[in-house]
């Protein structure tokens, strides 16, 4: 130290942690799993600390362009209403998400490539499965369009992760990362049926 202020130390440069992005981040969920979406944001979405920051959470019936018959029309509405600012989509993954129709489309318009950009990076975060009674896990189903873009232990021709829930934040930060570079090098792999799910498919123990 000397009497102007501390002496520059060339030696120091490098040794600060690099100041890591937090990724802009659309949520898809059946909304009987809305707690689990809570969790996720007040753990590690929280302004200036969290990992990631939540933009937006799933489409709803009040949305004007449910009842269109023109598929066009639904994926663009909701990437300008939901998803133009974000770059990864997480998958909440319950016990009725695989059969939601909001879900099929969050996670169809997330695939398509805008003109102008890039399609978002797929995230499947499981919630902690119900065991049966010898203690095994019972793993949810995932939805048939996010199925189409994860192949167990296939990781080389999958475009979309599927992880439990997280126990850590540098967990997420890093699974968030792998999709959102994954959004760029293998977005050839996505594959995107024009078909949507128009209505809910199974009843579940909560309602549509």
């Known amino acids: 130290m000397s009497i102007y202020g501390p002496v520059f130390n060339p030696n120091l440069l490098g040794k600060f942690p690099p100041i890591l992005p937090r990724r802009k981040v659309f949520i898809s969920y059946f909304k009987g799993d809305k707690p ?11 302004p200036s600390v969290g990992v990631f920051i939540p933009c937006a959470v799933g489409v709803t019936e009040e949305d004007d362009f449910v009842d269109s018959d023109d598929v066009d029309y639904i994926m663009q509405a909701i990437r300008d209403r939901y998803l133009e600012v974000t770059s990864v989509t ?13 879900v099929d489309w969050e ?24 065991r049966d009674w010898g203690g095994n896990p019972v793993w949810h189903h995932l939805p048939g369009r996010f199925l189409k873009n994860y192949i167990h232990n296939r990781q080389d021709i999958s475009y979309a992760r599927y992880y439990v829930w997280p126990s850590s934040a540098s967990d997420l930060r890093r699974w968030i990362e792998e999709v ?8 050839y792999l996505i594959e995107n049926p024009q078909d949507m799910i128009r209505k809910n498919l199974v009843p579940c123990q909560f309602s549509s």
């Open 36 to 46: 689990w979406v809570d969790s996720l944001i007040a753990h590690y979405g929280q």
């Open 180 to 187: 959102y570079g994954l959004a760029s090098q293998n977005a």
């Open 90 to 102: 997480i998958v909440i993954i319950g016990p009725c998400t695989h059969s939601r129709k909001f």
């Open 107 to 130: 996670i169809k318009s997330s695939l398509t490539q805008p003109a102008n950009g890039r399609p978002n990076g797929l995230l499947g975060l499981e919630i902690p499965p119900p």
